[in-house]
């Protein structure tokens, strides 16, 4: 992000690893999870993450990540 001129506070990741959820939240981003993959949904949840199970509920999700 920093190297992108952005604060990783103020970035969302959007992801469907765990593993990419977890190297979101060490770098203080935001974090929206997609279970609609091969990953189930209970691999995903956490704090500071929203989960969303379909790609039509993402600009929502970030909306609401964002604030605006």
Known sequence: AST???VPSQCVVVEDSPA???AALA?????I???GS????SKLLGAGVMV????N???DAITY???N
């Open 38 to 41: 091969l990953t189930p949904r």
């Open 27 to 31: 770098a203080s981003m935001k974090v």
């Open 20 to 22: 990419g959820v977890e």
């Open 52 to 55: 969303i199970d379909h790609m």
């Open 4 to 6: 992108l001129g952005f």
């Open 65 to 67: 990540a964002t604030g």
């Open 57 to 59: 509920q993402l600009t």
């Open 33 to 35: 999870a997609y279970a």
